[in-house]
């Protein structure tokens, strides 16, 4: 079955960077997009970005160019969103979720979700 | 406006149909998808491309659109239902992702 297994909550400091992962298993790596969404505490949810786990491209929001990293590993099947330059504002649940479409080009509808990793940024 | 727009709250009893609104003016051009959030969980895509219901979801699950508003209709609600909803479309070509505010759906 697929799944997608992110890595534990982190307290950071203002101004430090958090690197989170998703591993993902149940299916082919690079067949699928990854995509990354936050969840701010009793707020909705917000798109950050994309990455494509075959050829490693990615695209940003708006937001967050600049201080958002997407990368990937395909010997482990992982990817990872690191997100620098750190406010209390950042602080929110961040998920990775898989792209429904198969292929080369992304549907933008997300049909598998890792549980989700808390970032408390605070001093 | 590319915004989304969701009523901040429904309610309705056990067995009686639950509908969500969700106005966009680019909802005439895009799909729509729906996605329920239980409390302390990740979201759960139930409706894709305005009315299509992924395997696993429950029949009494429907979307419907007509113009600048889409519908996610849940028929027979259970108290199980009981959650968030959200809407999302996207301008796939400009990666351009848009969410709801969310609707909190009570079943009393």
């Known amino acids: 079955q697929v799944q997608l297994v992110q890595s534990g909550a982190e307290v950071k400091n203002p101004g430090a960077a958090v690197k989170v992962s998703c591993k993902a298993s149940?299916?082919?790596?690079?067949?699928?997009?990854i995509h990354w969404v936050r969840q701010a505490p009793g707020q909705g949810l917000e798109w950050m970005g994309i990455?494509?786990?075959?050829?490693?491209?990615?695209t940003y929001a708006q937001k967050f160019q600049g201080r958002v990293t997407m990368t990937r590993d395909t010997s482990t099947s992982t990817v990872y969103m690191e997100l620098s330059s750190l406010t209390s504002e950042d602080t929110a649940v961040y998920y990775c979720?898989?792209?429904?479409?198969?292929?080369?080009?992304?549907?933008?509808?997300?049909?598998?979700w890792g549980q989700g990793t808390l970032v408390t940024v605070s001093s | 406006s590319y915004e989304l727009t969701q009523p901040p709250s429904v309610s309705v009893s056990p067995g009686q149909t639950a509908k969500i609104t969700c106005s966009g003016d680019?909802?005439?051009?895009?799909?729509a998808h729906w996605y329920q959030q239980k409390p302390g969980q990740a979201p759960v895509l139930v409706i894709y491309?305005?009315?299509e219901r992924p395997s696993g979801i429950p029949e009494r699950f429907s979307g419907s659109s007509s113009g600048t508003t889409v519908t996610l209709t849940i028929s027979g609600v259970q108290a199980e239902d009981e959650a968030d909803y959200y809407c999302?479309?996207?301008?796939?070509?400009?990666?351009?992702?848009?969410f709801g505010g969310g609707t909190k759906l009570t079943v009393l």
């Open positions: 979720a898989r792209d429904r479409i198969v292929g080369t080009t992304p549907g933008y509808v997300f049909d598998y």
């Open positions: 149940g299916y082919t790596f690079t067949n699928y997009y």
């Open positions: 990455i494509n786990p075959s050829g490693g491209s990615t």
């Open positions: 680019e909802l005439p051009k895009q799909y």
């Open positions: 491309k305005d009315r």
């Open positions: 999302q479309y996207a301008y796939s070509i400009a990666s351009f992702v848009v």
